[in-house]
T-cell receptor, first 116, second 109 residues
């Protein structure tokens, strides 16, 4: 099933290395998001973007960076400054980000990052 | 920012029984409340949502109720089936979407 694609599905990293997670959508959605999922903590927002070349920090942005050079793409870089990067990362998109009309979030299948 | 609390964290029911998951939120400006279902190893998917101008919404075996005064909303699943087993997340929209911590529902055949 298409829509929003994340890669890689599994990723292993040594401490001190930066890694970049890919997120691509073909839904023509304006808004894109990165969430981190940890057991017992639900989904926490890392970064979001409403439009190309614009992005905002979420609740847990420290140690992460993003870019939005194209509407379809919103890659997330987990830097060595992120103290506890082992987690499941979910990318999502929605038609727009505007008040109560955010609408449905469409999620990717996720990327599981393990730091060795 | 918004704070969403969700209970219980785990819930087991016999097939055919009802399941209820409850959430509270803190920001009175929140006006959109979706529920997502995440099956094991799969992506979260929207199952039902409610906006602040209504108090209840139903879709077959699933219903959501909203009490804006008390700032809580609930998911009700009737006649549960094994395929309802999943993790359910509530969320509240206030500038952004804030998720609860999830409820792992197990339906015992």
């Amino acid at each position: 099933d298409g829509g929003i694609t994340q890669s890689p599905k599994y990723l292993f990293r040594k401490e001190g290395q930066n890694v970049t997670l890919s997120c691509e959508q073909n839904l023509n959605h304006d808004a894109m998001y990165w969430y981190r999922q940890d057991p017992g903590q639900g989904l926490r927002l890392i970064y979001y973007s409403q439009i190309v070349n614009d992005f905002q920090k979420g609740d847990i942005a420290e140690g992460y960076s993003v870019s939005r050079e194209k509407k379809e793409s919103f890659p997330l870089t987990v830097t060595s400054a992120q103290k506890n990067p082992t987690a499941f990362y979910l990318c999502a998109s929605s038609i727009r980000l505007a008040g109560s009309n955010t609408g449905e979030l469409f999620f990717g299948e996720g990327s599981r990052l393990t730091v060795l | 920012g918004e704070n969403v609390e969700q209970h219980p964290s785990t819930l087991s029911v016999q097939e055919g029984d009802s399941a209820v998951i409850k959430c509270t939120y803190s920001d009175s400006a929140s006006n959109y409340f979706p529920w997502y279902k995440q099956e094991l190893g799969k992506r979260p998917q929207l199952i039902i949502d409610i906006r602040s101008n209504v108090g209840e919404k139903k879709d077959q075996r699933i219903a959501v109720t909203l009490n804006k005064t008390a700032k809580h909303f609930s998911l009700h699943i009737t006649e549960t089936q094994p395929e309802d087993s999943a993790v359910y997340f509530c969320a509240a929209h206030s500038l952004n979407l804030f998720f609860g911590t999830g409820t792992r529902l197990t339906v015992i055949p």
